[in-house]
C-alpha cells in the first residue's frame, strides 16, 4: 500500500510531502519532496537504512529507525526539536503497512495572555 502525507510544520514554512510505500510483509520506503534542507538530510540517512519493517519499527524496547534518525539529525544541525516532519514519516509507516487508519493529526497553538 502507498500513503501520502502533506505536512505544514509552522513558523519555518517548509511544507513536506511524504510518500510510504509498503509491501505485504510491512517492509517500508519513503520518498521526500520537500525545500528544507534538513529534510532533505534527513530523507537521505533514512533511505540508507531502508525498508524498514514497520512491525520492529513499534517496538517499545527500541527507539524507532525513524526517530533516532531525525534526532541524530537534529543534535548534529541544531535544527528544532519540535519539527512535525518525523511524526508525520512515522504516521505514514503506520497507515501504509496497515497498522493504523487514515486520519488527520493537528495541533492548534493558541497564545493566552
Same mark, same amino acid.
Given at each position: 500500500m502507498k500513503t501520502k502525507i502533506e505536512i505544514?510544520?509552522?513558523?519555518?514554512?517548509f511544507k513536506t510531502m511524504v510518500s510510504?510505500?509498503?509491501?505485504k510483509r510491512r517492509n517500508v520506503e519513503f520518498e521526500f519532496e520537500t525545500e528544507c534542507e534538513l529534510i532533505k538530510s534527513f530523507d537521505m540517512l533514512?533511505?540508507?537504512?531502508?525498508?524498514?519493517?514497520?512491525l520492529k519499527e513499534l517496538s517499545p524496547t527500541n527507539e524507532s529507525t525513524?526517530?533516532?534518525?531525525?534526532?541524530?539529525?537534529?543534535?548534529?544541525? %541544531?535544527? =528544532?526539536? !519540535?519539527?512535525? @516532519?518525523?511524526? %508525520?514519516? =512515522?504516521? !505514514?509507516?503506520? @497507515?501504509?503497512? %496497515?497498522?493504523?487508519?487514515p486520519a488527520d493529526v493537528s495541533l492548534i497553538i493558541m497564545n493566552e495572555s
Open positions: 505544514n510544520p509552522g513558523i519555518c514554512n510510504a510505500s509498503a509491501d533514512l533511505n540508507k537504512k531502508t525498508p524498514l519493517a514497520g525513524i526517530m533516532e534518525s531525525a534526532r541524530s539529525l537534529l543534535i548534529s544541525k %541544531g535544527c =528544532c526539536e !519540535a519539527c512535525a @516532519v518525523p511524526i %508525520g514519516v =512515522c504516521k !505514514a509507516m503506520y @497507515v501504509a503497512t %496497515g497498522l493504523a487508519l
